[in-house]
């Protein structure tokens, strides 16, 4: 009896997957050093090379890597459903879920997804994905995840969905901006000064796409990935940005004051959704992320006091 265990067939996978041992390690929490051992027993206990290893180019498969991937995938669906069943019959839910989410959702949504699945179902082994909304559909359609948090102006595929919380688009200023003492701005009023826009696709092209309805062109001086480097970029009054929502504090990390205002022109509705594949509630696991998301995440999320995520 071959002596292959299911973590290394995980391992596997996820290497199959980054096409590095180093991102493949990060995604697993394990040194690159512990990886490279388990994928060297199991080719020592199959008896075959599954990867070429290339120093500064990654991992690439072999043919018996790549045959293995899909056997691998099986293996391990099939002993996530044994673990379930079992569960299951102890009235229990078990195996792992993994949820991926937009990438400046993560602070305010995947934390209270953690804490109830480890206060409510201990036995369900969590993972998470923060990736762009282009690559969490992706991997949605492939099969790598089984549910996403994301905006529904990013959803361009055909999957389910439910709602979490609607959310608008806001005008983020640093205190002592000249249009600090208005309830709310037109984009125009903004005129040529400088923009500190999301950088993170596709949210770029929905900023433009939004102001342009609106009939104005923004002057973007920097496009960030990082909510919170854009928002002390602003506070330092560099720039303006546009958010979903804002945040519980009006304090930038480094203490300086932010002032939110309506956008007065008109907007494209918007929401926080839970994104699936067609048929994923009857994997019990699904269903119970998406009924707390949708009856406890939304009531902790009012769009316009505690949301902080760029569009």
């Not at 293996?75 to 989410?101: N, P, Q, Y």
């Not at 939004?210 to 909510?227: D, I, K, Q, S």
Request: a negative charge; aromatic letters at 6%; hydrophobic letters at 45%.
């Amino acid at each position: 009896m071959l002596a292959v265990t299911l973590r290394q067939l995980e391992i596997f996978l996820f290497v199959a997957e980054e096409g590095t041992l180093a991102a493949a390690a990060q995604r697993l929490h394990m040194t690159a050093g512990s990886l490279s051992v388990a994928l060297s027993t199991l080719e020592k206990t199959l008896g075959v090379q599954l990867l070429v290893r290339r120093r500064a180019k990654g991992a690439a498969l072999t043919v018996a890597g790549r045959e293995l991937v899909e056997n691998a995938k099986q293996v391990l669906a099939s002993a996530h459903a044994l673990e379930a069943s079992a569960g299951a019959i102890r009235g229990e839910l078990v195996g792992t879920l993994t949820i991926g989410c937009f990438d400046t959702l993560s602070p305010w949504l995947v934390p209270p997804v953690l804490e109830y699945f480890a206060e409510h179902h201990p036995q369900v082994e969590v993972l998470v994905s923060e990736a762009s909304s282009d690559e969490l559909q992706r991997r949605l359609q492939e099969g790598d995840l089984d549910a996403a948090f994301m905006y529904q102006l990013h959803v361009d595929t055909d999957l389910e969905r439910a709602l979490v919380a609607a959310v608008r688009l806001q005008l983020v200023l640093p205190a002592g901006h000249r249009l600090a003492d208005r309830e709310e701005v037109h984009f125009a009023e903004l005129g040529d000064e400088p923009a500190v826009l999301l950088g993170l696709k596709p949210a770029p092209d929905l900023i433009m796409a939004m102001t342009e309805a609106a009939g104005f062109t923004p002057n973007v001086r920097w496009r960030l990935r990082n909510v919170e480097t854009i928002r002390s970029v602003v506070g330092r009054g560099l720039g303006y940005t546009v958010i979903m929502g804002r945040p519980s504090g009006d304090r930038t990390y480094d203490g300086h004051q932010l002032v939110y205002k309506r956008i007065a022109d008109e907007l494209p509705e918007n929401a926080v959704q839970l994104v699936f594949q067609s048929g994923s509630l009857g994997n019990a696991k699904i269903r119970a992320l998406r009924d707390f998301a949708t009856t406890h995440l939304g009531a902790i999320a009012d769009p316009m006091q505690h949301w902080a995520a760029d569009t």
